[in-house]
């Protein structure tokens, strides 16, 4: 029969994953829902003669959110390593929740002029500072309630929350489009999705805070007291940040076009309907999550390596030839097999890759390290991919531009896990 001890440490895992995993959709619901209206909002508040431009420029500010990631990954990385993970967390959630909530209700470029593209922009800043401090934190959160055995599975949560966040929205999205004309969405409906921020503030930060710290930080804490997380973390894990930084290259640009960026694809570029594009990216998202807690399984048994390299490598062979098929599919079962093949395959690298990049780092700088080298990531590769992407076809004509660039980078991730990824499985974690 199990002690008292063990029931209370498992209660207290379970709380442990379901604040993080709740949170996280929450989070990643509001943070992807520009990604998805990208059209409605490049229409409403960068009004251009040209529609592609007005896209391109839509996809620019997405960026910018991007760009601030870093900034909430030196603050938030920070505090999580001296006042705890929770805290950060519960600050996080609601910074996301206000903002996305206020972007909702923000009049358009035809009723304030300039002003409406200005404050959207500081508002998808603010998003972005959230976003970069919610991710190490949660990862870090989850790494350190987990135990050995069940690691990778446990921390392959934290994707699925952000794919079930990614989901929401495209349901949301999928919903709106059945219930309205595609004018109708341009014009205002996208609103009533933006407005759910307010909600996402309140039900997060509630269950966050309702959860305690993690017993590796509190054993922290009393052992060796305060820390100067950012300098340590820079000083002794350089090597570290890097491996993080390109790991994470290849992987953000994939995580974007593929489970974000599917619907603008379908609908704009292959000429689809809204609905279709939306639906399409559900099956995506679908698999994604379905490939995660697997690839999440296996690196538990066999390592973290082997599934990052069948990964990574399986998005550098196959991804251009499944982008070439989904173009030329003749039937929706087509397009969704492709994309749900598409999908697994990356859900494969992530489900292994999260776990491995917070056992590079000790707890004294785990958020500090990864958080920093991770946003960093996303700033250059995720926050300019779906930018890059249109200015490619743009350029280029062709809508295979897309798994060009997607493929080209992923080759850098792929290299990485070779050269400099080492085995973390059977390390210490502490």
Same mark, same amino acid.
């Given at each position: 029969? =199990?002690?008292?001890?063990?029931?209370?440490?498992?209660?207290?895992?379970?709380?442990?994953?379901?604040?993080?995993?709740?949170?996280?959709?929450?989070?990643?619901?509001?943070?992807?829902?520009?990604?998805?209206?990208?059209?409605?909002?490049?229409?409403?508040?960068?009004?251009?003669?040209?529609?592609?431009?007005?896209?391109?420029?839509?996809?620019?500010?997405?960026?910018?959110?991007?760009?601030?990631?870093?900034?909430?990954?030196?603050?938030?990385?920070?505090?999580?390593?001296?006042?705890?993970?929770?805290?950060?967390?519960? =600050?996080?959630?609601?910074?996301?929740?206000?903002?996305?909530?206020?972007?909702?209700?923000?009049?358009?470029?035809?009723?304030?002029?300039?002003?409406?593209?200005?404050?959207?922009?500081?508002?998808?800043?603010?998003?972005?500072?959230?976003?970069?401090?919610?991710?190490?934190?949660?990862?870090?959160?989850?790494?350190?309630?987990?135990?050995?055995?069940?690691?990778?599975?446990?921390?392959?949560?934290?994707?699925?929350?952000?794919?079930?966040?990614?989901?929401?929205?495209?349901?949301?999205?999928?919903?709106?489009?059945?219930?309205?004309?595609?004018?109708?969405?341009?014009?205002?409906?996208?609103?009533?999705?933006?407005?759910?921020?307010?909600?996402?503030?309140?039900?997060?930060?509630?269950?966050?805070?309702?959860?305690?710290?993690?017993?590796?930080?509190?054993?922290?804490?009393?052992?060796?007291?305060?820390?100067?997380?950012?300098?340590?973390?820079?000083?002794?894990?350089?090597?570290?940040?890097?491996?993080?930084?390109?790991?994470?290259?290849?992987?953000?640009?994939?995580?974007?076009?593929?489970?974000?960026?599917?619907?603008?694809?379908?609908?704009?570029?292959?000429?689809?309907?809204?609905?279709?594009?939306?639906?399409?990216?559900?099956?995506?998202?679908?698999?994604?999550?379905?490939?995660?807690?697997?690839?999440?399984?296996?690196?538990?048994?066999?390592?973290?390596?082997?599934?990052?390299?069948?990964?990574?490598?399986?998005?550098?062979?196959?991804?251009?030839?499944?982008?070439?098929?989904?173009?030329?599919?003749?039937?929706?079962?087509?397009?969704?097999?492709?994309?749900?093949?598409?999908?697994?395959?990356?859900?494969?690298?992530?489900?292994?890759?999260?776990?491995?990049?917070?056992?590079?780092?000790?707890?004294?700088?785990?958020?500090?390290?990864?958080?920093?080298?991770?946003?960093?990531?996303?700033?250059?590769?995720?926050?300019?991919?779906? =930018?890059?992407?249109?200015?490619?076809?743009?350029?280029?004509?062709?809508?295979?531009?897309?798994?060009?660039?997607?493929?080209?980078?992923?080759?850098?991730?792929?290299?990485?896990?070779?050269?400099?990824?080492?085995?973390?499985?059977?390390?210490?974690?502490?």
């Amino acid at each position: 029969m =199990a002690t008292p001890a063990v029931i209370a440490r498992k209660t207290s895992v379970t709380r442990a994953l379901l604040a993080g995993l709740i949170g996280n959709i929450l989070e990643w619901f509001d943070y992807a829902l520009y990604g998805f209206f990208a059209t409605a909002i490049s229409i409403n508040f960068f009004p251009a003669q040209d529609a592609l431009v007005s896209l391109m420029l839509s996809f620019m500010v997405f960026g910018l959110g991007f760009c601030a990631r870093p900034l909430g990954g030196f603050i938030f990385g920070h505090y999580a390593d001296k006042l705890g993970r929770k805290n950060i967390l519960a =600050a996080t959630v609601i910074l996301m929740g206000c903002s996305t909530f206020i972007m909702g209700v923000l009049p358009g470029y035809a009723q304030i002029g300039l002003a409406a593209p200005l404050i959207l922009t500081a508002m998808r800043l603010v998003q972005g500072v959230a976003a970069g401090g919610e991710w190490g934190s949660c990862v870090s959160f989850l790494a350190e309630y987990a135990k050995p055995h069940n690691r990778a599975f446990i921390v392959s949560f934290s994707q699925v929350g952000s794919a079930i966040g990614l989901l929401l929205g495209a349901l949301v999205g999928t919903v709106l489009s059945s219930w309205l004309t595609q004018d109708e969405v341009y014009a205002w409906g996208w609103r009533l999705a933006f407005g759910l921020g307010i909600f996402v503030a309140i039900i997060g930060y509630y269950i966050r805070k309702s959860v305690e710290e993690t017993p590796l930080f509190q054993e922290h804490i009393e052992t060796a007291g305060t820390n100067k997380p950012i300098k340590e973390a820079f000083q002794g894990y350089k090597k570290q940040m890097v491996t993080v930084f390109l790991l994470m290259s290849g992987a953000n640009v994939t995580y974007w076009l593929v489970l974000n960026f599917m619907s603008t694809y379908i609908s704009r570029f292959l000429k689809l309907s809204l609905t279709t594009g939306f639906t399409l990216t559900i099956i995506t998202l679908m698999a994604y999550m379905i490939g995660l807690p697997i690839s999440g399984y296996l690196a538990d048994r066999f390592g973290r390596k082997p599934l990052m390299l069948i990964g990574s490598a399986g998005i550098v062979i196959g991804g251009y030839p499944l982008f070439m098929l989904l173009a030329k599919a003749g039937s929706y079962g087509e397009m969704a097999s492709i994309v749900f093949a598409l999908a697994f395959i990356f859900a494969l690298f992530q489900g292994s890759n999260t776990v491995a990049l917070s056992e590079l780092f000790p707890t004294s700088v785990r958020c500090s390290g990864f958080s920093i080298a991770y946003q960093l990531s996303s700033a250059i590769f995720a926050g300019t991919a779906m =930018a890059a992407v249109t200015w490619l076809i743009n350029v280029t004509g062709s809508v295979m531009a897309v798994p060009l660039y997607m493929c080209g980078v992923m080759v850098i991730t792929l290299l990485a896990v070779i050269f400099l990824y080492r085995e973390t499985k059977d390390q210490p974690f502490a």
